[in-house]
């Protein structure tokens, strides 16, 4: 099972920059109708290859797992107030302090797999 995920994922990518290179070469040709219709297609060669491959994926293989990003359900800021009387966001309140608890580091660890 993750091999075969791993696989399709491999294609799914590669086949999504295969398409965007294959739609932004569309603009110098003649093809579709004036150059108006193939300048807009140029420029939206990436969302139309990841919405198209985004289809394919998950509706042309329904059986296999593709991985996508977790979003939450409720946005909030990644950091915390200094303290219970907080009530504006970070650093307006929180002078004595040069950055927040708990921030996110600007590398990122990838030996950390939270557990997987």
């Given at each position: 099972q993750m091999?075969?995920?791993a696989f399709f994922s491999i294609i799914v990518g590669f086949s999504t920059a295969a398409t965007i290179s294959f739609l932004r070469s569309?603009?110098?040709?003649?093809?579709?109708?004036?150059?108006?219709?193939?300048?807009?297609?140029?420029?939206?060669?990436?969302t139309l290859s990841v919405a198209l491959w985004a289809l394919i994926a998950n509706y042309g293989f329904p059986n296999v797992e593709v991985p996508g990003l977790l979003v939450p359900e409720?946005?909030?800021?990644?950091?915390?107030?200094?303290?219970?009387?907080?009530?504006?966001?970070?650093?307006d309140e929180c002078h004595f302090q040069s950055e927040p608890w708990g921030s996110r580091p600007w590398i990122a660890d990838y030996t950390n797999l939270n557990g997987k």
């Open positions: 091999l075969e995920t569309l603009k110098p040709t003649g093809y579709f109708f004036n150059q108006t219709i193939r300048d807009c297609i140029h420029d939206c060669a990436f409720n946005f909030a800021p990644t950091y915390a107030c200094c303290d219970s009387s907080c009530t504006r966001f970070w650093p």
